[in-house]
């Protein structure tokens, strides 16, 4: 499901001062990152990429562009059918656009196509343009902290994976407050988002995409479950969802697809009947409050969902599952935790 994350690479040109660059390459280093766009620090393993902004000859090279109007989308299209390796392309106010067009001029010319970054939060969309996304981001930055978190969004979207939990139990829990994540985007049969009661075993419930006889679809919508569960946001970090409010992100997900973020438009809490689901993979055992309502579903492994309120001992849904870890403020922590 997240191959396509799995393979695009986070570029940093550093803007630290010529002192500050060994070390600031160093500490970028540690934290995964291989390629930089600077001179070469003599001593120091990593892949320094000096891109050619005016080379006649460019084939095999690696090539820096600003894409200000069509007319240099039209040079970088024809620099690499030329052969050029690859194209760094920094874009003015328009972004996505630009980047929409050669996406689909260079997907089959063999040229990678890197796109500048000026934070974190222009990553996301850059890597889901036109749902393939860049090859790569280049992130300009001085800021270790902006290299970490860039890298921690693509760790999240990579180590998803949606494994068949078994159902152990569903019984009646009483009254409490629902959330219902109402996002900007539509989502699609199959998509929903990560909830739990334990952030290392989440549950993907659906979306309201299929309506019934009785309520019309609300395909923008995820009637999450209990406010005290958590749900796995695109930086890797969990959040209550009792947390959620307009404006967050959140990590759409589908057995099919790679992960993509999703804007929260508004978050509507209201008391309602419960149901606890609790199922379990190997040696994990995780569960889930959500609202005991037919609308409310959960995706089964065969790719089918089936509602809260049919649900029952044995069914397989799925379920993102790793190792238990510790949470300080929703980061993952190694330490000692045991969760119920």
Not at 56 to 65: D, I
Not at 100 to 113: D, H, T, V
Not at 116 to 144: H, I, K, M, Q
Not at 268 to 294: D, H, M, T, W, Y
Request: with cysteine; net charge neutral; aromatic share 6%.
């Amino acid at each position: 499901m997240s191959e396509m994350f799995e393979s695009k690479e986070v570029i940093i040109e550093p803007t630290v001062k010529p002192s500050d660059l060994p070390n600031f390459i160093e500490e970028a280093r540690t934290l995964g990152v291989k390629k930089f766009v600077c001179k070469p620090v003599e001593g120091l393993d990593a892949e320094f990429l000096q891109p050619s902004e005016s080379a006649q000859e460019v084939r095999g090279l690696v090539l820096r562009k600003r894409v200000t109007d069509r007319a240099d989308l039209e040079k970088v299209v024809a620099d690499a059918k030329r052969g050029a390796k690859a194209v760094l392309v920094e874009t003015a106010d328009w972004k996505i656009i630009p980047l929409e067009n050669l996406i689909a001029e260079l997907q089959s010319s063999g040229c990678k196509l890197y796109a500048y970054a000026s934070s974190p939060s222009e990553v996301r969309p850059l890597l889901g343009v036109l749902e393939r996304g860049v090859d790569g981001v280049v992130l300009r930055t001085s800021s270790l902290e902006e290299v970490k978190q860039t890298l921690d969004y693509l760790k999240a979207v990579s180590f998803v994976r949606l494994v068949p939990a078994e159902v152990l139990e569903v019984r009646e829990a009483g009254v409490g407050e629902r959330v219902c994540v109402d996002t900007s985007s539509m989502l699609s049969f199959g998509e929903g988002l990560l909830v739990g009661s334990r952030s290392n075993f989440l549950f993907l419930i659906h979306n309201e995409s299929l309506g019934s006889k009785f309520t019309s679809p609300r395909p923008f919508r995820v009637n999450a479950g209990s406010v005290s569960s958590y749900i796995l946001m695109p930086d890797g970090r969990t959040k209550y969802l009792s947390e959620l409010e307009a404006g967050d992100q959140v990590l759409v997900v589908s057995p099919k697809d790679p992960p993509r973020v999703a804007t929260v438009g508004r978050v509507k809490i209201e008391r309602r009947p419960l149901v606890l689901v609790k199922a379990a993979f190997k040696e994990e055992v995780g569960s889930v409050l959500l609202q005991n309502a037919e609308t409310i579903a959960l995706v089964c492994d065969d790719g089918k969902v089936k509602s809260v309120t049919e649900l029952k001992r044995g069914d397989r849904i799925l379920a993102s599952v790793v190792e238990a870890k510790g949470r300080h403020f929703g980061a993952a922590v190694d330490e000692y935790i045991l969760e119920k």
